[in-house]
């Protein structure tokens, strides 16, 4: 797996994601995207409270969406049937794929983030279980 | 007093042998994504629990299959919350910048 993050989360003086605003870029940019509905992390709060999770997990789910959010979650369609996922939320841009994903794709990926402005870009990929990060 | 984190027994296995790191942790996370702040311990071995049983079921489909960990937190750059940070009673953190810091082995299952 490997991973390519726009991090703002801890720079007060940046302004937070508008993630409509972020997942309409993200359909402009790449026209094979799946948009998937609801807000992940308010789906992840109502998933532990409809299996029984304890009433402090589920609150801090609740807290964790209210913080972080809002937050929505897409899939990039790539050219040999793999996707990429991407989450939009309040503090982060994030996109997760495969190890195998070509490197044109990985630019691409790259400059779509900086075009979102200030943060932290932050990435690792894992070749053949060789964590690599930013510098190498 | 140890410092527990509870997690399914996969990303267990991987915090066991590996030691904490940035991919690991966001590709265990997935949909939702992880916590900005960083990788929680907590100071209650029933809370630690719960959240074991939470991950497995949610990640795995099946609550046994949670581990909980535990380590000295003398061996590990605990942040706490604060304004901005904010944390559950018994809750510290370890950032992701300091990820690097918690290697292989300081970590143990808790039996």
């Avoid at chain 1, 703002?8 to 972020?22: M, Y």
């Avoid at chain 1, 932290?120 to 510098?135: L, W, Y």
């Avoid at chain 2, 944390?87 to 970590?107: H, K």
Wanted: a negative charge; proline letters at 5%.
């Amino acid at each position: 797996m490997g991973f390519i993050k726009l991090n703002r989360f801890g720079d007060h003086n940046a302004a937070v994601f508008d993630v409509v605003a972020v997942v309409e870029k993200v359909r402009q940019t790449f026209p094979d995207v799946k948009v998937l509905s609801g807000d992940p992390l308010s789906l992840s709060a109502d998933r532990a409270a409809a299996q029984g999770a304890a009433d402090h997990i589920v609150r801090t789910l609740r807290r964790n969406q209210q913080d972080y959010g809002p937050a929505c979650a897409f899939e990039i369609g790539i050219e040999d049937g793999g996707t990429i996922q991407g989450r939009a939320r309040r503090y982060d841009v994030t996109f997760l794929f495969e190890d195998s994903l070509e490197e044109e794709w990985y630019r691409r990926l790259f400059a779509f983030l900086q075009c979102l402005g200030s943060g932290r870009i932050e990435a690792a990929v894992d070749h053949d279980g060789v964590k690599v990060g930013p510098n190498g | 007093m140890p410092v527990f984190h509870g997690t399914d027994e996969v990303s267990a296995a991987n915090i066991l042998v590996n030691g904490l790191d940035q991919l690991s942790w966001e590709s265990a996370a997935a949909g939702a994504g992880a916590d900005p702040k960083g990788f929680s311990v907590t100071d209650s071995l029933q809370v630690a629990r719960d959240w074991a049983h939470w991950r497995a079921l949610e990640r795995l489909g099946d609550a046994d299959r949670g581990v909980v960990l535990e380590a000295h937190p003398n061996n590990l750059p605990l942040a706490q919350g604060q304004p901005g940070h904010w944390t559950d009673p018994g809750e510290r953190f370890i950032r992701p910048e300091d990820f690097a810091r918690v290697g292989p082995l300081l970590f143990q299952a808790v039996p």
